[in-house]
């Protein structure tokens, strides 16, 4: 009685590590298929055509990394830091700032300027570049909105993504985790496009503008999967020479009783 019970307790225990191999396989199969569709996303924005943007763009031509330059004045008055976004192992700060579109108008896009690196403790906090006045041309690729940074939920007391209530903020440039969009036009009072411009080309203002990329080697998914798949295997096949081992013991027991 207690072989058999150990037995069918290996049998219960082989058919559920099947169940879950296999299915981290097809998860792993799953994300190969994300990344393939981001891979896809990528490369179709960036052969698309450059796009010159204005308040008159319509929506649907403000593609995921597509190449765009976009004429406006800054609003340095706006600019928000980004905290804990590393370069190169350094930690340090994304640079934000509103372009408006047309002069007189509240019509703007968020550009993400560039990453600025942290000071050391005990050091004044690192100035952010001044911007010039005149109408500039910016030229970058277009994200769909500010990349977050995962943040703990912090019970009580002020979100690390408040913004001012006033702008210029008090005691300078305001520094928050994440961006959103929406909350960043509530609170500036700006008519923001649905999209967000990473500058590429160097304005001679010392800021790295080497923007992070999301992960798209499918291939690491497909050689996790068939690791999954072969554990679900082995663990199959260990399944099937239990269950043939006990079914041949329960034969030699019912011979050796007889009639």
Do not use: C
């Amino acid at each position: 009685m207690a072989r058999a019970h150990r037995t069918l307790t290996a049998l219960v225990l082989l058919g559920i590590m099947v169940v879950l191999l296999a299915s981290l396989g097809r998860w792993q199969l799953r994300r190969a298929d994300e990344r393939r569709a981001i891979l896809a996303a990528i490369e179709s924005g960036r052969h698309q055509a450059p796009l010159v943007l204005t308040a008159a763009t319509p929506t649907d031509d403000l593609r995921p990394w597509r190449p765009v330059s976009v004429q406006g004045r800054w609003r340095a008055d706006m600019t928000v830091r980004l905290d804990n976004r590393n370069q190169d192992g350094r930690p340090g700060y994304w640079i934000a700032t509103p372009l408006v579109l047309e002069d007189g108008s509240r019509t703007a896009v968020l550009v993400l300027r560039g990453w600025l690196p942290r000071t050391l403790p005990g050091e004044p906090p690192a100035a952010t570049p001044p911007l010039p006045d005149d109408v500039r041309t910016v030229t970058g690729e277009l994200v769909q909105r500010v990349p977050r940074l995962f943040e703990l939920w912090n019970p009580g007391g002020v979100s690390s993504d408040a913004l001012p209530a006033s702008w210029p903020a008090p005691g300078g440039t305001p520094t928050v985790q994440n961006l959103d969009l929406d909350a960043y036009a509530k609170a500036t009072g700006l008519h923001l496009l649905p999209t967000v411009v990473e500058q590429h080309a160097s304005s001679g203002d010392g800021l790295v503008r080497e923007w992070p990329q999301p992960s798209v080697d499918y291939n690491q998914n497909l050689g996790y999967a068939m690791q999954w798949f072969a554990f679900a295997s082995i663990a199959g096949i260990a399944f099937v020479v239990v269950a043939v081992k006990a079914a041949r013991a329960a034969r030699a027991a019912r011979r050796g009783r007889g009639p």
